[in-house]
């Protein structure tokens, strides 16, 4: 591995996408490299420095995961029981979620929980009205696939953490988690801790970056108030690996395998290649696999990922939202060269596939939640996606059902998705659009 190299390819990169700065962390045949690049804030003239923290996003998920698997290891929480007889705040008049879902589909995103809620919706909510409103909410049903990405099951898994350890969920992912590790956190939710590296809006080389605000509200924190370096990632992510010896007294390794072993059925299409209860599944190109989770925050892109039999791992943090296509892009040189971290495009670039005419049963409305998506088919048979209404992406459909979408405010390829049939009757019936599904209304 020459460092030096890397370095000057990650400056290039960043430049390229536009990304004012970030850090790529690496371990690989006993050796551990670091890259810094860039400035924490475009032209502040402050430089990366190997502690600046950034958000994470849903790379959070996965500390949630690990918390409650330790809890699952010491008989404090169970996998397989009603969700309601592990959290009394779930049950309320009119319930229809808690009494038949469990643990092990809140962490395989395997409930029917709708994706997410309306940030400004949540800012003064509290534990007890945020459980009671998602008890009764309606999940949708199993159609194809039982796996839809889903921001509330793991908050409703924070709050099951902290009614068990009888302590916040701050206050046990340091105590369990990143304290023994020697991980100093910074949270983008209150209350005010550590500062984080700010997120950036950017588009492309040359085009000015800007800050952006992070909006998650503190009752979701378990979803995603993350802010961590990527030599915290690494840290982290080597508890994942088949020789990890754990954290002696506080935390068995073997508690964690579940997390990378993949749950039947979850199948999350446009997202990664399979899941965990709470890691996602990336395979390489000669067949292994590797687990991590990727994490978008407010104008920042995170990146993990650990390849368990051989105990290399990398992390890369940015602070931008085009971060991603960097991080794309850098797995796919680092594997021509012969360190596979198993990326995956979310858009679908580089699969060939034939393309055929939209079918015309996919025009409908779905939804799940407050998420909404609405399929138009013009006269001249090109088929338009809505999200909550607003006009999106263009879709270019394939044989299986699925299809690639290019936004059309940038004329770019988004994301990958596809359309479920009811097995009981062969009817179109669900939509899956980067692991999130919705039903037909």
């Not at 500062?195 to 992070?214: C, D, E, M, N, T």
């Not at 892009?329 to 055929?356: K, P, Q």
């Amino acid at each position: 591995m020459n460092v030096d190299t890397l370095s000057e390819r990650l400056l290039d990169l960043a430049r390229e996408h536009g990304v004012p700065g970030g850090q790529f962390a690496l371990r690989h045949d006993g050796a551990t490299h670091t890259v810094l690049f860039g400035e924490e804030e475009a032209g502040s003239g402050r430089p990366v420095r190997e502690d600046s923290k950034f958000p994470t996003g849903s790379i959070t998920k996965t500390f949630t995961a690990a918390l409650a698997m330790v809890l699952v290891d010491e008989g404090d929480l169970d996998l397989d029981l009603p969700l309601a007889d592990q959290l009394p705040d779930l049950r309320v008049p009119d319930a229809s979620f808690g009494e038949k879902q469990t643990l092990r589909q809140l962490l395989s995103h395997s409930s029917g929980l709708p994706p997410g809620r309306d940030s400004d919706d949540l800012a003064e909510t509290t534990r007890r009205r945020y459980l009671a409103d998602c008890a009764r909410m309606r999940p949708i049903p199993e159609c194809g696939s039982s796996f839809s990405y889903s921001n509330i099951g793991y908050v409703v898994t924070g709050f099951l953490v902290e009614h068990v350890a009888r302590m916040d969920w701050r206050e046990a992912l340091e105590t369990i988690l990143l304290t023994p590790l020697g991980v100093e956190p910074a949270y983008i939710t209150p209350p005010a801790g550590r500062p984080h590296v700010p997120g950036h809006a950017a588009r492309a080389a040359g085009a000015s970056a800007l800050p952006v605000r992070q909006t998650l509200p503190r009752v979701e924190a378990a979803a995603g108030a993350l802010a961590l370096s990527a030599a915290d990632l690494l840290a982290y992510g080597l508890l994942h690996t088949d020789d990890a010896p754990g954290v002696p007294g506080l935390l068995d390794a073997e508690a964690l395998v579940p997390m990378r072993r993949p749950v039947p059925g979850a199948d999350p299409f446009g997202l990664a290649d399979g899941w965990g209860l709470g890691l996602s599944r990336y395979r390489a190109g000669d067949g292994s696999w590797r687990a991590g989770h990727d994490g978008t925050s407010d104008g920042t892109s995170c990146h993990l990922r650990v390849d368990p039999a051989t105990g290399t791992a990398a992390a890369l943090t940015t602070n931008a939202n085009t971060g991603m296509a960097l991080w794309e892009e850098l797995t796919a040189e680092l594997a021509a060269d012969g360190l596979d971290l198993a990326g995956y495009s979310y858009s679908g670039a580089g699969r060939e596939r034939g393309e055929v005419p939209a079918p015309p049963e996919c025009e409908g409305t779905y939804e799940n939640g407050d998420t909404t998506y609405t399929i138009d088919l013009a006269a001249d048979g090109e088929a338009r996606l809505k999200v909550g209404g607003e006009p999106f992406a263009r879709l270019t459909f394939h044989d299986d059902l699925s299809f690639t979408m290019r936004e059309l405010a940038a004329n770019r390829l988004a994301y990958l998705g596809r359309f479920l049939r009811a097995p009981e009757t062969g009817r179109l019936e669900q939509i899956q659009v980067t692991g999130r599904r919705a039903q037909r209304v």
